[in-house]
């Protein structure tokens, strides 16, 4: 897929504005955001907009093919947080995202004790779902504790009843989930 071909008259401005922000290279290599970073993906403030930055691949995953719909997450099938062209962006549910951290080992790179980093929006999203846990079949539910989550993610017990008690975190993605 070419950037023209979804370039509407219309909205030629704003898709100009941000893919001009972007190393456009052939259509399989990876579309490097040059622009600001917000730890390790591009970060964007959309013209005409005073609010706050927005994470550079998932506009662009707007601007290729609409709207992102409610729920879904834009991740990268190449693995490349900068990287902007839309055939590497796959709009996806929680857990597909969950289980590509997983697959790629991601959750090892988080470390303790280190108050920049912070989970990502997937982990946020699956320490909020242990806080209860329904088993299949039962009526009945089993939760877990926060040191046992605090262990399975290698963060504080602190850090998860940070989350648990709050519906705003701040994601390694740049943004509140
Ligand atoms: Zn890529």
């Known amino acids: 897929?070419?950037?023209?071909?979804?370039?509407?008259?219309?909205?030629i401005d704003i898709h100009?504005?941000?893919?001009?922000?972007?190393?456009?290279?052939?259509?399989?290599?990876?579309w490097k955001f040059k622009g600001h970073k917000n730890y390790?993906?591009?970060s964007y403030r959309k013209i005409g907009s005073g609010g706050s930055p927005i994470p550079a691949h998932r506009y662009a995953w707007e601007l290729a093919?609409?709207?992102?719909?409610?729920?879904?997450?834009i991740r990268h099938s190449c693995d490349n947080p900068l990287?902007?062209?839309p055939k590497h962006l796959l709009c996806g549910t929680q857990q597909d995202n969950i289980m590509?951290?997983?697959a790629r080992g991601r959750m090892n790179t988080i470390r303790l004790g280190i108050t920049k980093v912070k989970l990502y929006e997937g982990e946020?999203?699956?320490?909020?779902?242990l806080r209860v846990v329904k088993s299949r079949g039962t009526r009945n539910t089993y939760k877990f504790p926060a040191p046992i989550v605090a262990k399975m993610f290698k963060v504080s017990s602190g850090l998860i009843l940070k989350i648990w008690r709050s519906n705003k975190m701040l994601c390694r993605e740049g943004y509140y989930i």
């Open 1 to 11: 897929m070419q950037p023209t071909n979804f370039v509407g008259r219309k909205n």
């Open 16 to 30: 100009q504005a941000f893919w001009s922000k972007v190393d456009i290279k052939s259509e399989n290599e990876c």
């Open 40 to 42: 390790d993906y591009g």
């Open 65 to 73: 093919y609409g709207e992102i719909p409610k729920g879904k997450v």
């Open 83 to 85: 990287c902007c062209n």
């Open 100 to 102: 590509d951290i997983y």
């Open 124 to 129: 946020i999203w699956l320490i909020r779902k």
